[in-house]
């Protein structure tokens, strides 16, 4: 893994720093399927760098160790230390922020929660609509909504790099308007139009949240890869088992007619 640099902003910082209400259900809303595969290692490498630039700073992952970020993701102790412990001196502390409780309470009236189960809690498809989802909306108080969570009190941590998008709403029969991202043949960007390009293409972007997606996705079950394949090995064992025990029945009931 190539060294990071950490990219926070102000706006980054205290825009994951905010109540993040963001990730309570939200009405009838399609949620957009990652497809993310936790198998796939680079994807996990990039998202756990896309985590520590932009999330780390406010929310924590505190139910999961560094070492076994490492063992998941390939990483030496050495590649750990220099590329994702930014606020940890030992491999086997806990993945937390350096925030004072206090502190971000009384910045933002609420601490930002530990997202160590955010995927087992919210599901995948979830985290990756709601990341997609964001847009201007001036009346609120962030300046930003989601198509989630209307109204969410979390601000946009991730919007230099998709771009500002607004939500448009076109007439019946009305061409809808090619966007600077090409955003109306881009799924789950229907109904927007982009007044300020990102720093990625839609597709992009798309891929750097599938990654930190992947991430969040891994943290929260880290053995699960393992459990998988055991489970593999128990059916196999219990199919073999059931073939020998009907055998077996046959031939100790064979001389009964």
């Not at 009190?153 to 230099?160: I, K, Q, T, V």
């Not at 007439?171 to 229907?190: K, L, V, Y």
């Not at 992009?204 to 699960?224: A, K």
Request: aromatic share 12%; proline share 5%.
């Amino acid at each position: 893994m190539p060294k990071f640099v950490l990219r926070f902003t102000v706006a980054a910082v205290a825009a994951l720093a905010l109540p993040s209400v963001g990730f309570a259900a939200g009405g009838d809303v399609h949620y957009d399927e990652p497809h993310n595969d936790v198998s796939n290692t680079s994807s996990l490498q990039r998202g756990a760098r896309n985590f520590m630039n932009y999330c780390s700073g406010c929310h924590s992952a505190k139910y999961v160790r560094y070492n076994t970020l490492g063992d998941g993701l390939g990483l030496s102790d050495e590649q750990l230390i220099e590329n994702l412990m930014f606020n940890a001196d030992k491999t086997h502390e806990p993945i937390d922020i350096s925030m004072r409780p206090d502190a971000a309470k009384n910045w933002f009236n609420k601490v930002p929660p530990d997202l160590s189960l955010i995927a087992r809690s919210r599901g995948t498809d979830y985290l990756y609509t709601f990341l997609r989802g964001y847009y201007q909306d001036e009346s609120t108080p962030t300046g930003w909504n989601n198509t989630v969570l209307a109204g969410t009190s979390m601000p946009y941590p991730l919007w230099a790099l998709e771009g500002i998008k607004v939500q448009v709403h076109h007439e019946e029969g009305e061409d809808h308007a090619e966007d600077s991202h090409g955003a109306d043949s881009n799924e789950g960007r229907e109904g927007f139009e982009f007044v300020t390009a990102g720093s990625l293409s839609a597709e992009d972007y798309d891929q750097f949240v599938r990654d930190i997606v992947n991430y969040l996705d891994f943290v929260s079950e880290p053995v699960q890869l393992q459990r998988k394949t055991m489970g593999i090995w128990v059916m196999g064992f219990l199919l073999v088992f059931f073939i020998l025990s009907l055998m077996l029945k046959k031939e100790i009931w064979k001389p009964v007619k």
